[in-house]
């Protein structure tokens, strides 16, 4: 028996959530937020993905603290947000789906057992169930409403692989040279002794990133990825904080532009 011609059960099951969480869709501002790395559901046939239950607290699976900071900017910005409900251990939906670690065997150092040895269908399954419906909402959300900005909301860890990672804030970018800029002096105008990390703590390739190549430079709409120290918004302070900075930097760009 071939068993490559027999059909491939389902990834998600009756039980298992949507991949994408759509929150106050009718918000009137003028803004679009996504969250790519909001949650770290698995899906019931994967298991535990073969690895023990606090890994899915580190930032491996998640951006810790970004889904929390989302939701307080949708609420002040009365911004739509679109949001990823599955973990970035089970496909990563701010990468190209050809990326080596759009699906990561191994992640900071921890190895992913159900990552190891997928063949091409069991990866363009996960592409089929979680990547894709997720990549098709946010870009209706934008072709609907056709805000003015988009910011995707990430965390990135103080230390990463022994290099210190100093910044309480980045922005990344690319194409639009305006937007994050503009950020950055509106945010150092509200707090002076914030450290911004500009293109930090990585920056953006065709090969590594999804959201700024494909929804913000081919929409031509201002956008920026804002990356915040997730020890800073691990607690409900610092997300307050965080939110109160952003959202009034946001506020603010919106309304004067650089």
Known sequence: MNISNQP???LLGASDPAPVEI???AGRGDVLLVCEHAGREIPSSLGD???????????IAYDIGARDLALMLSERLDAPLVAQRYSRLV????????????IPP?????EIPANRNLDARERAQRATEIFEPFDRALAGAIRNRRPKAIFAIHS????LRGVS????????????????PALQRYLLAAAPDISIGMQEPYAISDQSDWFVPVHGERNGIAHSLIEVRNDHISHPEGVARFA???????????????
């Open 8 to 10: 491939q059960p389902p």
């Open 23 to 25: 929150v106050n869709p």
């Open 49 to 59: 993905l073969g690895i023990a239950a606090s890994e899915m607290d580190r930032h």
């Open 91 to 102: 496909i990563d939906c701010n990468r190209p789906t050809e990326a080596d670690d759009s």
């Open 106 to 110: 191994v992640s900071d150092g921890t």
């Open 156 to 159: 990135f860890n103080p230390v």
């Open 165 to 180: 990672r100093p910044w309480d804030i980045g922005f990344l970018y690319r194409k639009d040279a305006r937007t994050s």
């Open 244 to 258: 109160g900075l952003l959202a009034g930097a946001i506020g603010d760009f919106m309304k004067k532009g650089d």
